[in-house]
């Protein structure tokens, strides 16, 4: 399977508890994005990161959460002590290019945390 | 504050009609549009996009209309297969801004065609 690919696929975890996610891009996507669904809500845009640079995290929370993509390995949404409105899917996308790609994101299948 | 609206939750159609799906923005500074598809348990596949130098386009069943001064695009499906069952997402960015990969979601809308 050459698409995103995302594990864990569900993740449960108690309150105050560390969440870890991964995701390994497309082959020759080297610009990762993540994005998180909220239940009943759209999709919003949390981090962009390339290899070892984290380009745009405006929409990560300022605390708890951090991102990061390697030199080698997966990029890995790690979300320290969590709560319940953590609760959420999490979505990983990369594409070939950054800057002003115009083309599209591909989507991993994402990872449903869910926080007890 | 929501700057993509999907109005309607869910849309059900007999096969072989037309759906069409619905989305506003308030953000004046969207410069391009796209559509996703999203099967359950699955992530967002794109679907089609249009910016907004055009106002219309094409490819095979689906078509995209943009009305700039409206603030409004629509999808057209025609004809309409139960395969089309998803929930489409409309989704917009600036890309004067340079972020075009910040893309901003409506929540969806659910289409269920009838056999």
């Known amino acids: 399977n050459a698409g995103v690919m995302q594990n864990p696929r569900h993740l449960v975890r108690r309150r105050g508890q560390e969440a870890r996610l991964r995701c390994s891009p497309m082959k020759g996507h080297s610009h990762v994005y993540w994005y998180r669904q909220l239940p009943e809500e759209g999709l919003k845009f949390m981090v962009y990161?390339?290899?070892?640079?984290?380009?745009?995290e405006s929409g990560m929370p300022k605390e708890r959460f951090s991102a990061e993509f390697p030199k080698e390995g997966p990029s890995i949404l790690r979300i320290q002590q969590v709560v319940r409105g953590d609760s959420a899917a999490y979505f990983c996308a990369s594409s070939p290019e950054g800057g002003r790609y115009t083309g599209e994101l591909f989507f991993g299948e994402g990872s449903r945390l869910t926080v007890l | 504050d929501q700057q993509v609206k999907q109005n309607s939750p869910s849309l059900s159609v007999q096969e072989g009609r037309i759906s069409i799906l619905n989305c506003d923005y308030t953000n004046s500074m969207f410069d391009y549009f796209l559509w996703y598809k999203k099967y359950p348990a699955e992530g967002p596949t794109f679907l089609i996009s249009?910016?907004?130098?055009?106002d219309k386009n094409e490819d095979g069943r689906f078509t995209v209309f943009l009305n700039k001064s409206a603030k409004h695009l629509s999808l057209h499906i025609v004809p309409s297969q139960p395969g089309d069952s998803a929930v489409y997402f409309c989704?917009?960015?600036?890309?004067?801004?340079?972020?075009?990969?910040?893309?901003?979601f409506g929540k969806g809308t659910l289409l269920t065609v009838n056999p």
């Open positions: 989704a917009a960015s600036d890309h004067s801004g340079g972020s075009n990969y910040k893309l901003t």
């Open positions: 990161l390339q290899k070892e640079n984290i380009i745009d």
């Open positions: 249009i910016s907004s130098i055009k």
